[in-house]
């Protein structure tokens, strides 16, 4: 696989900051992103969108855990 050019590496990052925005907006009803996912996902290479989801997943976790409203599952509470 051959490094994404830059305008292909912009065209990534702005797919994926439109989807993220798009999330950030409808935490109740993420099948409103799904055509900014497809978008997203055919601006960018698959190990990339990887990357990017396991990143978000984090940077929610982190600011949630900031704040002080993580709440540990029952389960992880209890080990």
């Known amino acids: 696989m051959a ?34 996912r497809s978008s997203f996902e055919s601006s960018c290479p698959q190990q990339w969108i990887k990357y990017f989801d396991k990143r978000r997943d984090y940077l929610k976790f982190k600011e949630k855990f900031e704040a002080g409203e993580f709440q540990p599952s029952k389960t992880s509470a209890e080990s």
């Open 3 to 36: 490094a994404p050019s830059m305008k292909e590496r912009q065209a990534c990052w702005g797919a994926r900051d439109e989807y993220w925005k798009c999330l950030d907006e409808n935490t109740e009803d993420v099948s409103k992103c799904k055509k900014l």
